[in-house]
């Protein structure tokens, strides 16, 4: 990157701050800002400068991927801990140190899984195994339904409504 005068770095400094080229140019001391300020933004060595300044301010407000994974991986290992502030009638309960429960580190987990690939058998065991489970819980369903029909509850539960319904108590009597 080529060096910049002492002129061309305030501009810079100063477009960066305010986004105004010529109200950079004024305040980094040039004659007639207006023109200026453009013509500094079209040459390659202050227009390299500034990219460079505002991708590095970039990088630090925004969270890389890496980083993102190591700190879903400190939450799954339970290694971060937090401080809680619990409100009751007595105060305030402060909780030092307390570690990622069961359900975060799952989450942490899962997080994670979702960036790596499995590899295509793994896919067909797992979309296999929620087949499997789907199946077993609409078994489960079914006989629950059989058993309620069978013992007749269903049907004096239905037929409480409908007396309900009409005006009646529930108690499925007919009124004499």
Known sequence: MAKLTEKQHRFADEYIRLGNATEAARLAGYKKPNPQGTENLAKPSIKSYINGVLEEMASKRIMQASEAMELLTT???????????????????????????????????????????IDREGKERLLQAQAD????????????????????????????????????????????
């Open 75 to 117: 939450i799954a290992r339970g290694e971060m801990e937090e401080t809680m502030y619990i409100g009751t009638s007595d105060g305030v309960i402060t909780i030092e140190d307390k570690k990622p429960d069961i359900n975060q580190r799952t989450t942490a987990l899962k997080e994670i899984l979702k960036r790596y690939p």
């Open 133 to 176: 489970k789907a199946t077993a819980e609409a078994a489960l369903a079914k006989n629950k339904a059989d058993k309620l029909t069978q013992s007749g509850k269903v049907n004096e539960l239905l037929q409480s409504l409908l007396d309900v319904k009409s005006g009646g108590d529930g108690s499925g009597q007919a009124d004499v």
